[in-house]
């Protein structure tokens, strides 16, 4: 699986730069804006979409400790679907491991 940028802007205004990119990977589609400050302090926001119809792809969430900025962390949203045949119970597993390697290659590219 492969994170491809498929689109990249940038902006400065009044000393503070802006950048957003544009990737997807796997059934994702990922928007990361950067703010950086004059005083060198970054922060970032993830808007992260699925990119496909699949019943039971999880959805994925970042966090940012906006005091210092350097607490960061992706999340995988859970939940509950009661009753499922064994059929539906393999997307479900094949959901997570999809979304577990997302987040393990957002969190190796974007927070190590």
Do not use: W
């Amino acid at each position: 699986m492969e994170l491809k940028l498929i689109e990249h802007n940038e902006a400065c205004e009044n000393n503070v730069k802006y950048q957003s990119d544009c990737y997807t990977i796997g059934n994702y589609k990922i928007i990361k804006d950067t703010t950086i400050y004059e005083n060198g302090k970054t922060f970032e926001q993830f808007d992260i979409n699925k990119n496909c119809e699949k019943r039971f792809i999880p959805t994925i969430c970042f966090y940012q400790n906006f005091v210092d900025g350097e607490e960061k962390e992706f999340k995988i949203q859970t939940t509950s679907y009661g009753s499922l045949s064994p059929a539906e119970i393999q997307e479900v597993i094949d959901g997570y491991q999809e979304t577990l390697e997302v987040v393990n290659i957002l969190t190796d590219k974007f927070i190590k």
